[in-house]
T-cell receptor, first 114, second 118 residues
Framework: AQTVTQSQPEMSVQEAETVTLSCTYD???????LFWYKQPPSRQMILVIR??????QNATENRFSVNFQKAAKSFSLKISDSQLGDAAMYFC???????????FGTGTRLTIIP | AAGVIQSPRHLIKEKRETATLKCYPIPRHDTVYWYQQGPGQDPQFLISFYEKMQSDKGSIPDRFSAQQFSDYHSELNMSSLELGDSALYFC?????????????????FGPGTRLTVL
């Protein structure tokens, strides 16, 4: 079974600065997807970014980018120019290519300091 | 853009009662997923449906059942409710490989139904 580990329960960053959230996973598969979801106080689960394992290029979405290291099974999220609205719980998630369910990490709570 | 709709948003039930949660996927999405998120926990996969057939099953109690209807909406039926069933229940949907207007193989979540069992 696949497992996802987020070793940072809490992180904080000064507004306008850059922060990196860590995620590692364990799998024996070669094809899979990785995602970062954001859960603000409203509890809505919002897709931030996704990465296909077969793509070597790191995904980017505006101020959000990932550092995908397939051999190391690492998938970190970098948030540039942090904004107050980025404050949320961030979940890393794994999805097998042939299996539909998402397996989530335990989350990292990000605080933005004004 | 249209999002996943869940109803009701909040539900309060007594122990041993039943509850029905409804989910309306994003238009043209053919797969629906249900997740349970307990307080301070990450979401746990319960069950999924593709084209009205159960496609995958996770840690769903036998007291729970679900189905997907011809219009692709889904319902999660929960019976003999226990205190431990109090949680946030998410529905998510995804599109076919053609995309259907959103990224394929990507699950988009609804706002959730907060179930409280007293």
């Amino acid at each position: 079974a696949q497992t996802v580990t987020q070793s940072q329960p809490e992180m904080s960053v000064q507004e306008a600065e850059t922060v990196t959230l860590s995620c590692t996973y364990d799998t024996s598969e070669s094809d899979y997807y990785l995602f970062w979801y954001k859960q603000p106080p409203s509890r809505q689960m919002i897709l931030v970014i996704r990465q296909e394992a077969y793509k070597q290029q790191n995904a980017t979405e505006n101020r959000f980018s990932v550092n995908f290291q397939k051999a190391a099974k690492s998938f970190s999220l970098k948030i540039s120019d942090s904004q107050l609205g980025d404050a949320a719980m961030y979940f890393c998630a794994y999805r097998s290519f042939g299996n539909e369910k998402l397996t989530f990490g335990t989350g990292t709570r990000l605080t933005i300091i004004p | 853009a249209a999002g996943v709709i869940q109803s009701p948003r909040h539900l309060i039930k007594e122990k041993r009662e039943t509850a029905t949660l409804k989910c309306y996927p994003i238009p043209r999405h053919d797969t629906v997923y249900w997740y349970q998120q307990g307080p301070g926990q990450d979401p746990q996969f319960l069950i999924s449906f593709y084209e009205k057939m159960q496609s995958d099953k996770g840690s769903i109690p036998d007291r729970f059942s679900a189905q997907q209807f011809s219009d692709y909406h889904s319902e999660l039926n929960m019976s003999s409710l226990e205190l431990g069933d109090s949680a946030l229940y998410f529905c998510a949907s995804s599109s076919p490989p053609s995309g259907g207007g959103s990224k394929p193989d990507t699950q988009y979540f609804g706002p959730g139904t907060r179930l409280t069992v007293l």
